[in-house]
């Protein structure tokens, strides 16, 4: 018997991350801090896990509206990833269907108008294994997490702190969500 088992990609910059992500690279290990110049898109049809214990920040041109990824297919961050949002803009964006896991990782000092650390549509999916979220802000509702109607979250561990928001600080949820507490 043999077995196969996923190659690891190792990124050190903007454009070798974006096209490890559009090459269905499916194993990203981050080799140095990486400063994006424009946000990343985890299509539909693509499983990404980015591992290491380096920096993904944004450079000045985001705004307020932007997102370090827009999830539409499976995005995991790994232990060790720390997501940092300058102020300037926001985390991660769930689109409808997709899933993002947050197994260890940190995501501080984000912001936007909802969800200034992670913004879940409907039909989107973020299940929390472990991490922490700090620092962020929204300026309407959601400073840490928002849940628009109809998404679904699970949390098993990890801290939401520090967070602020017009309305619900850590997590703002609408109504038909499926919340789990594990």
Same mark, same amino acid.
């Given at each position: ?8 990609? +190792?990124?050190? !910059?903007? +454009? ?9 690279? +499916? ?49 995991? #961050? ?30 501080? !000092? ?36 928002? #849940?628009?109607? !109809? ?24 109504? !038909? ?6």
């Amino acid at each position: 018997v043999v077995a196969i088992l996923p190659l690891s990609l +190792t990124v050190n !910059d903007y +454009t070798s991350l974006k096209s490890a992500i559009e090459g269905g690279e +499916t194993e990203i290990v981050l080799g140095d801090n990486i400063i994006l110049d424009a946000p990343l898109l985890i299509d539909e049809m693509v499983t990404v896990t980015i591992s290491g214990t380096y920096t993904i920040s944004l450079a000045g041109t985001f705004g307020r509206g932007d997102r370090h990824f827009y999830v539409q297919g499976e995005l995991t #961050l790994a232990d060790g990833i720390i997501l940092d949002g300058g102020r300037i803009a926001g985390g991660v964006e769930v689109k409808d269907n997709g899933s993002f896991v947050m197994d260890g990782a940190q995501i501080s !000092d984000c912001r936007s108008e909802y969800g200034g650390g992670v913004k879940v549509m409907p039909g989107g999916f973020f299940d929390i294994i472990d991490g922490t979220i700090s620092g962020c802000a929204a300026d309407g509702m959601g400073g840490g997490i928002y #849940l628009y109607a !109809d998404s679904d979250m699970t949390l098993s561990a990890g801290t939401i702190e520090g967070c602020s928001a017009h309305f619900g600080a850590g997590i703002y949820m609408m109504s !038909d969500n499926k919340v789990t507490f594990e």
